[in-house]
């Protein structure tokens, strides 16, 4: 078992790719990916084949190469100390209600995770990992709207533009017409989303001031997992309570 934070599994697994990539021929880097593909995978019951990174400036240009994303906060959301690499200065108040947001603004309302948000009863709500999270989904949700409304004609290449400075992948360009084939299923309406935070999903340190560590609810997550996906899951993880793998496989 790894005993730390799931954010730290891919960069300890690419600094001793000896230990978590025994008997591979493979660079540190994707080790470490690798690694934290396995983990994620049984983890969660599902098998994990390819990964997909995301840079943040580019992720911004996309946003704007759609013409920005339509998002929504129940009263002003204030961030003394956000800052980041596509922000200059620091701090950020993001107005309440709906408003049509460009990428830069767009990063900011998904990544913000200090703070707090002004409701309209005068009470902050400050804000969190789990919260951010939510958010998060609510841009890339809002971002597949954009695609799905995109003029290809005028919008094409700009789009295409920003994924190629957006997304590092190790996805097989031979199978790229499979994944063209999912796009009407990536663009309709049937998109299932969770947040595994807590209360429901996890609990809270056990030791809090050594270690802010929180603890996954194994069967909670078990059976949230197969409602989303529907299928016989696999991994240890979710198919046992063993402590961790065996020898002769997940």
């Known amino acids: 078992l790894y005993p730390n934070k799931i954010n730290g599994l891919s960069t300890e ?7 978590w990539c025994p008997g591979e021929v493979i660079d540190p880097a994707r080790c470490g990916l690798r690694t934290l593909e396995r983990a994620i995978g049984l983890y969660l019951g ?13 992720f911004a240009d996309l946003i ?21 690499p596509t922000w200059t200065g620091v701090g950020i108040e ?5 408003e049509r947001y460009d990428g830069v603004h767009a990063l900011a309302y998904a990544r913000v995770r200090k703070g707090w948000i002004e409701l309209p009863d005068g009470t902050r709500e400050y804000q969190n990992d ?34 190629g400075s957006t997304v590092e992948t190790d996805f097989p360009r031979s199978l790229a017409g499979d994944l063209a084939s999912l796009l009407p299923l990536i663009t309709g ?41 529907g299928q016989e899951l696999g991994g240890w993880y979710l198919g046992s309570e063993a402590d961790g793998p065996s020898q002769d496989g997940p």
């Open 13 to 19: 697994a690419s600094a001793a790719p000896e230990v």
């Open 94 to 98: 993001l107005p309440g209600g709906c």
């Open 130 to 163: 789990f919260m951010r999270s939510e958010r998060q989904q609510k841009v890339l949700l809002e971002l597949r709207q954009e695609f799905a409304k995109a003029d290809l004609f005028f919008e094409f290449p700009a789009i295409v533009g920003a994924i």
């Open 46 to 58: 599902i098998s994990i084949q390819y990964y997909a990174t995301v840079d943040l400036q580019g």
């Open 189 to 229: 309406p049937d998109i299932k989303r969770v947040v595994l935070g807590y209360p429901e999903y996890v609990d809270p340190p056990l030791e809090p001031l050594v270690n802010y560590l929180l603890i996954p609810r194994r069967r909670d997550v078990r059976t949230e997992m197969q409602r989303l996906f």
């Open 64 to 84: 704007d190469a759609v013409g920005g994303v339509s998002l929504c906060l129940p009263g002003p959301m204030i961030d003394p100390e956000y800052g980041g």
